[in-house]
């Protein structure tokens, strides 16, 4: 059975960095593009940062030059690093496969974005 495990959140003030780590289990995570995904009160659930399994990303417009995501393959791990935090930014971070499996949403981490 795979499963996620995203850590790393917290409070920060605007302007601030968290770096979010999401350990993953299952063999195919290493050949898999991989994908930090959020959801913010009273919204739907976003895509906001897509890594390739030889490391391409793609960005949301929203996020893009202050959100850096990464992976180790050897590790089952994905990041996501951000900076710049802004307030609207607050929102509960998942990882997932893109396109995203139902099977395999963790409990996220809540990042909170204070002004």
């Known amino acids: 059975q795979v499963h996620v495990v995203e850590s790393g959140g917290g409070l920060v003030q605007a302007g601030g960095s968290l770096r979010l780590s999401c350990a993953a289990s299952?063999?195919?995570?290493?050949?898999?593009?991989m994908g930090w995904y959020r959801q913010a009160p009273g919204k739907q659930r976003e895509l906001v940062a897509r890594?390739?399994?030889?490391?391409?990303?793609i960005y949301a417009d929203s996020v893009k030059g202050r959100f850096t995501i990464s992976r180790d393959n050897a590790k089952n791990t994905v990041y996501l690093q951000m900076s710049s935090l802004k307030p609207e930014d607050t929102a509960v971070y998942y990882c997932?496969?893109?396109?995203?499996?139902?099977?395999?949403w963790g409990q996220g981490t809540q990042v909170t974005v204070s002004s």
């Open positions: 997932n496969f893109v396109p995203p499996a139902a099977g395999y």
């Open positions: 299952g063999s195919i995570f290493s050949i898999t593009v």
């Open positions: 890594i390739t399994r030889g490391g391409n990303a």
